[in-house]
């Protein structure tokens, strides 16, 4: 659809001024001062974020676990002077929580961002927290945009259509494989359900699991196929691949207003469906 550059709020500004853009939030911004978690209790899906429902139901799904020696636990916990948790409903890290070499060990250090966290270790049951990430402005017009795509893949065609995504935000899950060879199924690995990453992250990923980012031949929602995260796919979350996409605009010159459009490299098939902007 069509829309305008700019929108304006209600103080003669902006939507966005004065507020922070996502990809320069800082590393690690949910361990740092102000980040601000909320109690779900013994759901782990999140709240103010979109999660399948399958996830909820599911307890062989990897959850991200934060461990008593965690700064990130001690802070949830919040111990009486008894030690036991006190769990509150919210909480706001009011300093940047100290990670020395040994805490770095961490789940949570290793990871782009948190949707929601579990704290079972020491409880009667695992209690979740989600993860609310402070107001940030993201651009819809950037460089070095990388193709995402949500779906299986059969056939070298891809189901579902693909975007151009920020590589710099983490939106997306890896796809990985061991080799370009069309006889290649890609997998999609994770350290919690559901995680997004960094295009960065991604590589990360992959190359942790002995592979490569991909740009893949073939995706099926099939653990034994395609890795030990890949529920979802079809409608839950998307993936990068390796390959570009160029964000482009458009103009109605009676109007002036502009719209986003999107060019995706094709799949292996030689199809390139693209989301409505």
Known sequence: GMMCSQKNNLQDGYIGDHVALCEDLPDKHFLRKGATYYALGSKPNPE???????????????????????????????SDTNGECTLPS????????????????GDEYAVDTIRTIELSVGLANPIYYEYVRQPC??????????????????????????FCGNPNLSIATPMCASSDSSQTISKIYCHY???????????????????????????RES????????????????????????????????????????????DHAGAAQVEPQ
């Open 90 to 105: 919210k909480v706001v890290l009011d300093e940047n929580l100290p990670y020395d070499a040994a805490a770095m060990l």
């Open 137 to 162: 402005v993201e651009l819809s017009f950037f460089d070095n945009a990388k193709k995402a795509t949500q779906g299986e893949i059969k056939s070298n065609n891809i189901i579902g259509p693909s």
């Open 193 to 219: 359900q559901g995680e997004r990453v960094t295009y960065a992250g991604a590589e990360a990923l992959c190359a942790a699991n002995g592979e490569m980012q991909s740009h893949p031949w073939e995706v």
């Open 223 to 266: 653990k034994s196929k395609s890795g030990p995260c890949v529920d979802g796919v079809n409608s839950s979350f998307h993936s990068w691949a390796n390959a570009w996409c160029s964000v482009q605009v458009k103009i109605d010159f009676e109007s002036g207003y502009t719209a986003i459009v999107n060019e995706v490299e094709p």
């Open 48 to 78: 103010f974020q979109h999660d399948s429902e399958a996830f909820r139901e599911n307890p062989d799904y990897l959850r991200l676990r934060v461990l008593p020696s965690s700064p990130l636990y001690a802070k949830l916990c919040a």
